[in-house]
């Protein structure tokens, strides 16, 4: 009986590998945030090593990404890192949309909020765990975005509109 069990799960296990996510790798650079904003190396840099795996079109995959179901989470954690901040996609967001982003990248990094633990978790992508003096070249460089878009759009363009419920 232990056998068929254990037979029966090695065959999910082999099918389930079938079945797999499209990889996130475009390197489709059109929208990206350094298109529009000074991104200095130093910040290039902790943003690659910390933060574009998730929050770019262009995922950078361990070994295990190949292995199903860690594939689907790895999937997950992509998709909906994007969905909250995607710097490949960053200036085709309204200009209000993106002084936002850049005040959630400060409130993120004071909040402890990013990298998730689940990403860091049992040692892993230990590159993403931001020392104090990276987190404050992060916040100054958000900070910086942000007095630039001041600077150079009228402040009512900056804030974020109220969506107006529909009218029936």
């Known amino acids: 009986m232990l056998k068929k069990i254990l037979l029966t799960l090695l065959a999910l296990f082999l099918i389930i590998q079938l079945f797999r996510p499209e990889k996130n790798n475009s390197n489709d650079l059109t929208y990206a945030v350094s298109k529009k904003y000074e991104v200095p190396e130093e910040v290039a840099m902790i943003l690659k090593?910390?933060?574009?795996?998730?929050?770019?079109?262009?995922?950078?995959?361990?070994?295990?990404?190949?292995?199903?179901?860690?594939?689907?989470?790895?999937d997950e954690h992509v998709v909906d890192g994007k969905r909250h901040l995607n710097l490949s996609d960053f200036t085709n967001l309204p200009i209000a949309v993106q002084n936002h982003k850049f005040e959630e990248i400060v409130e993120v990094i004071d909040e402890n909020e990013m990298?998730?633990?689940?990403?860091?978790?049992?040692?892993?992508?230990?590159?993403?765990?931001?020392?104090?003096?990276?987190?404050?070249?992060?916040?100054?460089?958000?900070?910086?975005?942000?007095?630039?878009?001041?600077?150079?759009?009228?402040a009512d363009s900056l804030i974020m509109k109220r969506r107006q419920p529909k009218k029936q």
């Open 49 to 74: 090593n910390a933060c574009n795996d998730c929050h770019t079109n262009n995922t950078v995959y361990p070994w295990y990404a190949n292995i199903q179901p860690a594939a689907w989470w790895l």
């Open 115 to 154: 990298p998730l633990e689940s990403y860091t978790y049992l040692g892993l992508h230990q590159e993403a765990n931001l020392t104090s003096s990276e987190k404050d070249i992060i916040k100054g460089w958000a900070a910086k975005q942000m007095d630039y878009l001041k600077s150079n759009y009228p």
